[in-house]
């Protein structure tokens, strides 16, 4: 049974006509659009439009991403940099899931559960980071924990809502079938609410990514010995710009890789969103 | 022998504003029996998927009483199994756990559960599409999953909203035989809601027209058409015998009556 349903999958994901004709063009031209950037930005940084210090040369800022990668800079190698900042946003990713789809579905299902957390999770939604980070050093140290839980917190109303939505957009006539065939409520939310609500949660993921490496500087901030953030930080302190721009660059490609994986998963396990 | 009963049955729905609720069915009685097959007909909004609600549990009525065999009905339950109008089936489960779910969720080990799927799904000739996705189906398939899954639930009564509203004619036809064939198989007592004089009179021991507004029973007449093709005779005879076509404008001029009062 898995096996045919493997071998249905391609079938699906095979283009119709119209989205072949354009697929290449969307491609085309956001690569145009980016060498058009760097374009300008070399023009600018070759006729001197700009100095150094505001702005250096793509090859300057190429050179320093080979300096970090290859001779480190700020005390760890580029690698060691983005595996910091990678581990903590992945595991405020994992623990805010861990909380914050649970607390939708308890917000969607419960009018009690609904009055006690939907209040928190507005009072933390509008929360700047760089606001709430001194009362975390404060309450909670100094370590690693602290920068999760700061990145968390950023991530936790995009992960809530997105559940409460997704719950909310279950068809009322799939839950019905449910209920005829005596499903509890634990049965309800497991096999109907659930699984309806998994496409919206993957948006909220994608929200949530986006808001974590947002905050991934503001947590790297206080006593960080690694990092992307940390490492942008020290470069600032001394005015390396390119160093700075080359870290901006590392983060933006790691964000849109996390993307790009989001979306292959989505396409792979939820194969049903935009469907029926 | 189980008997669903709707006894002198009114509903209103509340209206939010708190104003003067609005009466959509008044005084309804209706008794569906295992081995009935009652469809309901009238126009649209006189209040046919309330009723259906109603006997499935969904609504509570304002006034009067639903039961089966005297116990009053309190809720939706698995003796009453429900097909959509808009299918209601669950994209992100194969065909094949689609009809399983229902004897999933009432703790049936899972070799059980396969078999029976796969025999209701043999029954509206699915067998072979176990392993798809629902969206790889077409509108008549997906309705037969739907009623397969409403039957794997091992229903005494199958409760149908416009099932098949959404077909095109010859795929109805083939599905009013089918319809039949699994009413008889499966023993359950069946209420259809159909906008479809033709399909009302061909399907049913007895239909029901509902007038609207609000909405109650203006005429009740019993048929044999259902039974008779069961028993081998060509449906499209049937459908063309003179006593077939009378019963027709009965039915259509009870539909368009003006109201009374
Ligand atoms: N949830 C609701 N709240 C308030 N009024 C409702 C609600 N559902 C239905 N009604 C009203 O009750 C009346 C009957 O509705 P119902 O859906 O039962 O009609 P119907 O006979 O099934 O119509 P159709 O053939 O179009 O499906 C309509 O006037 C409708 O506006
Ligand atoms: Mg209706």
Redesign the interface.
Known sequence: MSDSTAETIPAQDRPSRPVKLRLPWGLLLGLATIGGLIAIWALASALGWASPVFLPSPARVWAALNRVAFEGYANATLLAHMGASLWRVFAALFFTMLVGVPVGLIIATSRIGRGILDPLVEFIRPLPPLAYLPLIIIWCGIGEGSKVLVISIAMLAPIVISTVSGVKAANENQIRAARTFGATRAQLIREVMLPAALPSIFTGMRIALGAGWTTLVASELVAATRGLGYMIQSAAQFLVTDMVIAGILVISALATASEILLRWLERRFLPWIGKS | MSVLSLSHVSLSYGQPSGTAALPVLKDVTLSLSRGDFVSVIGRSGSGKTSLMNLA???LRPTAGQVSIDGRPVT????D???V?Q?D?????R?V?DNVA??L???GKPRAEREATARHWLQAVDLAGQ???????LSGGQRQRVGIA?ALA?GPDFLLMDEPLGALDAMTRDRMHELLLKLWDESHTGALLITHSVEEALFLSTSVVVLAPGPGRISFQEDYDYGRRFIRGEDPRALKSEPGFIAARERLLAAIYEKEAA
């Open positions: 499935a549990g969904f809720g939706p339950g698995p009453r199994a429900v959509f808009d209601a089936l669950f994209p992100w194969s094949v779910l229902p999933k969720l009432a176990e392993g798809k996705h629902i969206w790889q899954r639930s």
